[in-house]
């Protein structure tokens, strides 16, 4: 049979876009070979936040002295922590399955390869049965990238390191668990088992954790975290893992951590192996299909969306890219500006960002400087963060007074992120952001506060 569309990868680019696609009246197909959701639902981004979610619960009842409540002494049980994820994935996953069968979207369990074009279309292979269809969209995301450091991937074969997919699946508590890696997956995992009892050492290549979040935030995040006991080691060259431990090189000497369980989070890599690109040309780079914004591939009729094209890496990016690729298969002119993603650790305090950062404005020579203010400006904050030291950081526009950039870190920051997103979005500039009526009192005010405090 001859479909409009087939698409490869049922994550969150290939799932929303099959969703998008079916609105189109477009006669869709969508492969699947692991599990529907990919690996946001499954192993990823909802998983995380249910973990997260009962660290915080029982953060929250071990400082809850602090605000004057007091009920005996607070315990976690890890291992209901994960049954309670597997419950929250399995009705997640269950819902894109509904979602894209009342969309009339047509599903195949399993892998498919690309096996080339011919006059009516592309051909995909799936088991011993083949498939045809106008145009294709190939949406298969990404893993977890694991280098060849010497024994690094025997010990994720036996059992020792980990990658995001086995953490989450862990029912034991590791004493002392090593991260390899500071970045977002490195640290809102180190987050969750400093809450929950472990002794978590974090091993940073670079000089500072977060990437390319502002250095301001990263700090105070860091400080937080080192004060409840997570263990930072920036500047660490990873040598050798295994045998009880990682090894790693810093100022010239060998040192090493010891550990029960290591987590290896040092970036992901596309999905772009085995799946028969090379058959239709399809133009990769370091790894990763080349796309333009508007999801178009340099072979006319095949899209790709999502972290396979290695520009962003998020779900919610991933989201994007796959209804504009729709809406560009569907003749609607469409495509996704790069320069307003937001971005959030889900760490406690959250981090969340959008444009441009003190560094990157740098970096660009760009005519812009940075204003930060504390959170304790707002109220509410002050009323539910005893000590809290979290901040708000706007980038503006000197000439323009636009705002190119927004960065906080407390509590809320990943609800009010979208809020700061429509504004360096539409270039708003900050009289304009000065006339918006905030509620009050709410976190979110110490943006208001803040670009009145720019003068
Ligand atoms: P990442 O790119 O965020 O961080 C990797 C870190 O590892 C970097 O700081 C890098 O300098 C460091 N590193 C690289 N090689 C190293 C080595 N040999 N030794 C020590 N450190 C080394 O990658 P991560 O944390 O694995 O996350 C992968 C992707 O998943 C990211 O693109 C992220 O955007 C996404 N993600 C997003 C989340 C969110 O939005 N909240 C949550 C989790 C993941």
Known sequence: MLYDLIIIGGGPAGYNAAERAADGKLKTLLFESRAL??????????????LLYSAKIYDYAKHSTEYGVSFG????????????????VKTLVGGVSAKLKKAGVEVVAG???????????????????????????????????????????????????????????MTAVPEKLVVIGGGVIGLEMASYFNSIGSKVKVLEML??????TDREISTILQKNYAKRGVEFQLGAKVTAVGSGGVTYELNGKTETAVADKVLVSIGRRA???????????????RGAIVTAPTGKTNVPGVWAAGDVNGRSMLAHTAYREGEVAINNILGKKDSVNYDSIPSVIYTNPEVAAVGETSESIKEKGLDASAHSLTMRYSGRYVAENEGGDGIVKLIVDNKHNSVLGVHMIGSYASEIIYG???????????????????PHPTVCEVIREAAFDIK
Do not use: W
């Open 37 to 50: 959701g990919g690996v946001c639902l499954n192993e990823g981004c909802i998983p995380t936040k249910t």
């Open 73 to 88: 002494s607070a315990s976690i049980d890890h291992a209901f922590v994960i049954e309670r994820k597997n419950k929250v």
């Open 111 to 169: 892998k498919a390869e690309i096996l080339g074009k011919t006059a009516a279309g592309f051909t995909v292979k799936s088991g011993d049965k083949e498939y045809s269809a106008k145009q294709l969209l190939i949406c298969t995301g990404s893993e977890a990238a694991v280098p060849g450091i010497p024994g690094l991937r025997e010990s994720v074969a036996d059992g020792f390191a980990m990658t995001n997919r086995e953490i989450l699946g």
């Open 207 to 212: 000089d500072h954790i977060a990437g390319p």
């Open 271 to 285: 999905n772009t192996a085995g799946i028969g690109l090379e058959n239709i040309g399809v133009l990769t780079e």
């Open 420 to 438: 700061a997103a429509m504004m360096v979005e539409r270039q708003m500039r900050l009289e304009n952001v000065r006339e918006f009526v905030f």
